[in-house]
């Protein structure tokens, strides 16, 4: 990942609990508040349908780095100004649309190429990835590349085979000049005389594609989001464990990412003082703890995962372990004692520390904390109940009282649940 996904505790709202049973075994939990800021993908900007990652609620809190669009007409809301086409011709059509009200319609007119196209101004030498939106007949190939301004070789390039729905492509490239041109290419079907639309276009920096930023006449930019929780009565130092069912943005073998560290969970005010889950090169998942001292991390695995596949990721210590586990499989540990001393009241769930950085590129669908110790079966039952969001009272009959439960957030809105 180009940025970390960390996981860190966050800060509670004034809002009355409200108590309730947990339907199985005793113990109830109260209704407590996350804190979100900037721009998370939630099932309410996916409901709106102007921008996002345009998948159909629920589907988990998006969390997200800071990005900004360099397409500045990806939606084609009012025009299509700064789109140029060659061999046909090119409207705004409002019968048609992914995101918004409206999208861009080529019309391929001769069975030579057709190109509609977009010239952008970027920095030089680096990495851009471009996306769009595309709907294409049955039995239409399109070319969807980004290209230097100057040149005529692609950066990047996919083949996109019509379905008659909507589908999304993606490419990413180098460049070395500063400008980038993105072309959508009618790839020499038989015969023309058809149409085909786009919508929901960007072009930025980075290896992997965010969710879609709204442009209508200019560049625009999202913030990088940040879910926080109240750290309190959640485990201590010594003692714990947490959960989280995530889905990523990126690929395991995207090392420009991976290799960055990103964070799937941190408790911590300094990174000196820390309890964490993160990736490292070349795609492993790791936990560390430690108190100013550069403690060693413990590989608790290296999965093979593509963009948009789901994972289950388990981090649990003692005083004198850390550990954990990926998709179901039995904990591993190794020993450690380095116990941190930190004065942090909240946690991060998706970001690094206190820094609000290295975002998890990916969404949450699912998030719980442990007091207590967890087995291997422990963890072959969370990871089954895969990215359905389990009820407090499933949890709670599923697993042994030892675990004890301590938090448990759907990832739908700001609400999760506590142990009362």
Do not use: C
């Amino acid at each position: 990942m180009t940025t970390d996904a960390a996981i860190l505790f966050g800060m509670l709202l004034d809002s009355p609990p409200l108590i309730n049973g947990n339907g199985n075994g005793g113990g109830g939990y109260t209704d407590e508040t996350l804190t979100f800021t900037g721009d998370l993908i939630t099932d309410a900007v996916r409901t709106a349908g102007v921008e996002g990652d345009g998948l159909t609620p629920p589907a988990g809190v998006g969390i997200w780095p800071a990005a900004t669009n360099l397409v500045t007409n990806g939606g084609f809301e009012t025009n299509t100004t700064g789109w140029t086409a060659t061999g046909g011709s090119f409207a705004r059509d409002t019968t048609r649309q992914f995101f918004g009200v409206a999208s861009g319609r080529m019309t391929v007119l001769t069975d030579s190429d057709s190109v509609a196209s977009a010239a952008l101004t970027v920095s030089s030498a680096a990495v851009y990835t471009a996306q769009t939106r595309l709907l294409i007949p049955v039995g239409k190939d399109v070319l969807f590349r980004i290209l230097e301004s100057t040149g005529t070789t692609p950066l990047g390039s996919v083949t996109v085979s019509g379905t008659g729905a909507w589908q999304q492509a993606t490419v990413t490239g180098t460049s070395t000049d500063t400008g980038i041109v993105v072309q959508v290419i009618d790839d020499a079907n038989a015969g023309g005389g058809y149409n085909l639309w786009m919508d929901g276009i960007q072009l930025e920096s980075g290896s992997i594609a965010t969710p879609y930023i709204e442009t209508d006449g200019g560049t625009a930019s999202r913030l990088a989001g940040t879910v926080q929780q109240p750290v309190a009565d959640l485990f201590t130092a010594t003692q714990g464990a947490a959960f989280a069912r995530i889905v990523t943005g990126f690929a395991n073998t995207n090392t420009a990412v991976v290799g960055s560290r990103v964070m799937l969970f941190g408790d911590s005010d300094a990174t000196s003082q820390q309890i964490i889950l993160n990736t490292g090169a070349p795609g492993s998942i790791s936990v560390n703890r430690r108190n100013n001292d550069g403690a060693a991390s413990h590989v608790i695995g290296t999965p093979t995962y593509a963009a948009g596949d789901s994972l289950s990721v388990l981090s649990a210590w003692t005083a004198t372990t850390i550990g954990g586990a990926l998709n179901g499989a039995a904990i591993t540990t190794a020993a450690n004692t380095s116990i941190p001393t930190y004065a942090a009241t909240t946690l991060y769930i998706g970001s690094r520390l206190a820094d609000g950085v290295r975002q998890l590129n990916g969404r949450v669908l699912w998030w719980a904390t442990f007091a207590g110790t967890l087995t291997n079966a422990d963890s072959a039952t969370l990871n089954a109940f895969g990215d359905t969001p389990p009820t407090w009272a499933q949890i709670k009959g599923a697993l042994p009282a030892t675990a004890e439960l301590t938090s448990l957030w759907p990832a739908v809105d700001t609400t999760y649940q506590k142990a009362a």
